[in-house]
């Protein structure tokens, strides 16, 4: 009989003291920032809040795939949960109920994440102004960053060969400027009116002429994301963050679209070295059309992936009540990585999840 041959040495674990020894300063590091961005919300007037991690809905964006957990009551019953991708719905909740400046430390949960700068477990901090501007999110990320790289005594932040300056100001560019900048694509050209359905065919060619190849299945939102990914967030963050704004309606779910064109959206994010940090949007507040965009993404998603998660009621009654806010979700552990100068997620997390 055949001996099967040795798999050789196993990595050493998290746990091992050497390895962990290397990556200590990374932790004390995060800890630090941990505390500084506690202490700034505090002194910024913000309540910090605690919402459950277990919801009836992770959340309806297409690409966002959840954990699934069952409920099982005293009597047997069982309700189907799941962990949450964002704590945004039981924080929109808490504004419906009176509250207007609150922040969370939340553990967030996603599946099919994992590599240098994704992980299935992480924490988004999450912060709301109740009848502020979309815009004021703007000042707050810009504040965090310079926060963020005194807490990791950084003066510069850099990541995978490139280097930004948290302490300048953030450039502001507009997603149309971006796809002409980086792209060569005029994004209004096939931008569908309000209402209108999305023309897949022509934003296709659009892209084949830039050099982007397409699938003869893409969606709208397919090539956007193909477009987004390959061309444009490569080149942001550079030298100085940036703050991507004014997206599509249709690739900002949550978000109310501008008044001045609804054919865009109160929506930004923060980019630093190439590297998505945060998410912001003037939130939307009507409860019909959120229930309509909802139905629409997850019609995408079980056209993608084969499943559907069900719409939250309790957030769609909500809305009624919620005041006009604006909301902001960041991703600690990537702002740790580079206020640390740590070349992966996994250094800054103190105990990462286990690997299949």
């Not at 207007?100 to 992980?119: C, D, K, L, S, Y």
Request: aromatic share 10%.
């Amino acid at each position: 009989m055949t001996t099967p041959p040795s798999p050789g040495p196993l990595p050493s674990p998290w746990w091992d003291r050497r390895a962990y020894e290397d990556r200590r300063p990374f932790l004390l590091a995060r800890a630090r920032l941990m505390a500084r961005l506690r202490q700034a919300f505090a002194d910024w007037g913000f309540l910090e809040v605690e919402t459950p991690i277990l919801q009836r809905s992770p959340g309806n964006e297409t690409h966002l795939h959840a954990f699934a957990t069952d409920l099982v009551a005293p009597d047997g019953a069982q309700a189907r949960l799941y962990l949450r991708t964002s704590p945004e719905f039981s924080a929109k909740k808490l504004l419906a109920a009176g509250e207007t400046r609150i922040v969370e430390f939340a553990r967030v949960f996603r599946n099919r994440e994992r590599g240098m700068a994704h992980h299935p477990e992480f924490t988004m901090v999450e912060w709301y102004r109740v009848d502020e501007p979309y815009t004021a999110l703007m000042t707050d990320c810009a504040r965090l960053l310079a926060l963020a790289a005194e807490a990791g005594g950084a003066r510069r932040f850099a990541y995978r060969g490139h280097a930004c300056d948290p302490f300048a100001e953030p450039e502001r560019l507009t997603v149309a400027e971006a796809f002409e900048r980086h792209a060569g694509m005029d994004l209004a050209a096939v931008l569908p009116p309000p209402g209108a359905e999305p023309d897949a065919p022509a934003f296709s060619a659009a892209a084949a002429r830039a050099g982007i190849r397409t699938a003869p299945d893409d969606g709208w939102s397919d090539i956007f994301s193909r477009v987004l990914v390959e061309r444009i967030e490569p080149a942001l963050g550079i030298g100085r963050a940036t703050l991507l704004c004014d997206y599509p309606v249709s690739e900002a779910a949550l978000a109310r679209a501008k008044p001045a064109d609804p054919r865009f959206s109160e929506r930004f994010e923060l980019y630093a070295c190439g590297l998505e940090l945060a998410n912001a949007f003037g939130e939307l507040t009507d409860p019909i059309e959120q229930r309509q965009r909802f139905a629409r993404d997850m019609d995408e998603k079980e056209r993608l992936y084969g499943a559907r998660y069900p719409i939250d009621e309790e957030l769609i009654a909500a809305l009624s009540f919620m005041p006009p806010a604006s909301g902001c979700a960041l991703g600690f552990d990537r702002l740790a990585m580079l206020a640390t100068g740590a070349r992966r997620i996994e250094d800054v997390l103190f105990v990462p999840v286990v690997r299949p």
